[in-house]
């Protein structure tokens, strides 16, 4: 079984640029989650979507960052634009309806200058 | 809300020896998981144990066992026989007991095993 595909796995760009991050969850996994990890701190949730719709995006900074699910499989993660405090790795995981742990993507690591 | 606390920022351990991270949780819940992940310096996060709340009969994977106490809302991870390669950052996590809850991390505790 494959797991969960992220690209690209680095990025670095300039503060106030945009940003996109593609995420592939594992075939018949209903449930996505875009968390954000900056440096020496647990994972944060964004945005969890159901199928392709969000359940939730309470901590999503919703005046810079987008993220949609398209179809109910890949999702995307965009930053618009990108201010230092950004700077993190951004993880997707991906579950399904049966009870258990989540399986996560290798992340993606952004650094904003 | 839900809110998970690791204590030990960080944590050392001889190769071959055992060492147990905690983890406390505060939930209103009763239906509930809870969960070790492994973080190495690759970054991929890996799914080391899970307990479900309902079960009274303590996880264990290989080396790795838990130690759950509902009542006093702790979860504590022991690692016997270390190994070089459990060298990682250990998160807890917490996720309701319904299908589709997110999981909440704790700050996590980097683990170093050392030769």
């Known amino acids: 079984e494959a797991g969960v595909a992220q690209s690209p796995r680095y990025k670095i760009i300039e503060k106030r640029q945009s940003v996109a991050f593609w995420c592939n969850p594992i075939?018949?996994?209903?449930?996505l989650y875009w968390y954000q990890q900056i440096l020496g701190q647990g994972p944060k949730l964004l945005i969890q979507f159901q199928n392709n719709g969000v359940v939730d995006d309470s901590q999503l900074p919703k005046d810079r960052f987008s993220a949609e699910r398209l179809k109910g499989v890949d999702s995307t993660l965009k930053i618009q634009p990108a201010k230092l405090e950004d700077s993190a790795v951004y993880l997707c995981?991906?579950?399904?309806?049966?009870?258990?742990?989540?399986?996560f993507g290798p992340g993606t690591r952004l650094t904003v200058l | 809300a839900q809110t998970v606390t690791q204590s030990q920022p960080e944590m050392s351990v001889q190769e071959a020896e055992t060492v147990t991270l905690s983890c406390t949780y505060d939930t209103s819940e009763n239906n509930y998981y809870l969960f070790w992940y492994k973080q190495p310096p690759s970054r991929q996060m890996i799914l080391v144990i899970r307990q479900e709340a309902y079960k009274q009969q303590n996880a264990t994977e290989n080396r790795f066992s838990v130690n759950f106490q509902k009542a006093a809302k702790s979860f504590s991870l022991k690692i016997s026989d270390s190994q070089l390669g459990d060298t990682a950052m250990y998160f807890c996590a917490f996720r309701r007991g319904t299908s589709y809850g997110k999981l909440t991390f704790g700050q996590g505790t980097i683990l170093t095993v050392h030769p």
């Open positions: 995981a991906s579950s399904s309806l049966l009870a258990g742990g989540f399986y």
């Open positions: 075939s018949g996994h209903a449930t």
